[in-house]
């Protein structure tokens, strides 16, 4: 069965540091977003991607963030200087848009530590 | 904005009925969902629910649905210890389905 994948699982890195977290979507997916969950708080919308652009964007993705498709495979979420209330989890999603209902794949989740 | 409000924590014994409950603000939104996530895992899409139904069973899930109250519920008969997780309410927010979710009510069930 096909399945959303990401890489790494646990990022640990300095403040200040630039991050790149990666995700694999399902292949014939179109619509991809991030999302993350801080600690014991909500899961938080952060993007969503179609068409190799940011389709909608939420209030925490300023300009420290940015998204990439760089293969037509991969999709990326890159934090350029790490600040130490982005530990979080980041998780990606990815959706074929063809179901009314728009179920989203998620994949399993890159920790992210900021020292 | 929208919120989605949910308690945090449910505790059952193996073989009872389990009723997760979810408040959400914005009664826009056309569908409304709940995702489980096991240990170490992605948040998986267990059932869904169309805005202008009130019900809709799926095995031994329930959701209940009242649009008035802005309430949603998820009945899980004959709780299984595998049925130990976190579930996730969530609601469609945006033009490009961005899902809003709650906190997640971790469910523990005992044998």
């Known amino acids: 069965e096909p399945e959303v994948t990401q890489t790494p699982s646990h990022q640990v890195t300095q403040m200040g540091q630039e991050v790149i977290l990666r995700c694999v979507p399902i292949?014939?997916?179109?619509?991809f977003y991030w999302y993350r969950q801080i600690l014991g708080q909500k899961v938080e919308f952060l993007v969503s991607?179609?068409?190799?652009?940011?389709?909608?964007k939420s209030e925490i993705f300023d300009d420290q963030f940015s998204v990439e498709r760089p293969d037509g495979s991969n999709f990326t979420l890159k934090i350029r200087s790490t600040k130490l209330e982005d530990s979080a989890m980041y998780f990606c999603a990815s959706s074929d848009w063809a179901a009314s209902y728009n179920e989203q794949f998620f994949g399993p989740g890159t920790r992210l530590t900021v020292l | 904005g929208e919120d989605v409000e949910q308690s945090l924590f449910l505790s059952v014994r193996e073989g009872d009925s389990s009723v997760i409950n979810c408040t959400y603000t914005d009664s826009s939104s056309t569908y409304l969902y709940w995702y489980k996530q096991e240990p170490g895992a992605g948040l998986q899409l267990l059932t869904y629910i169309f805005s202008n139904m009130d019900m809709k069973q799926d095995q031994r899930l329930t959701v209940l649905l009242n649009k008035k109250d802005k309430h949603l519920s998820l009945r899980i008969a004959d709780t299984q210890t595998g049925d130990s997780a976190i579930y996730f309410c969530a609601v469609r927010g945006g033009s490009q389905g961005n899902l809003i979710f709650g906190k997640g009510t971790k469910l523990s069930v005992k044998p």
């Open positions: 292949s014939n997916h179109l619509y």
């Open positions: 991607f179609y068409n190799n652009e940011i389709s909608e």
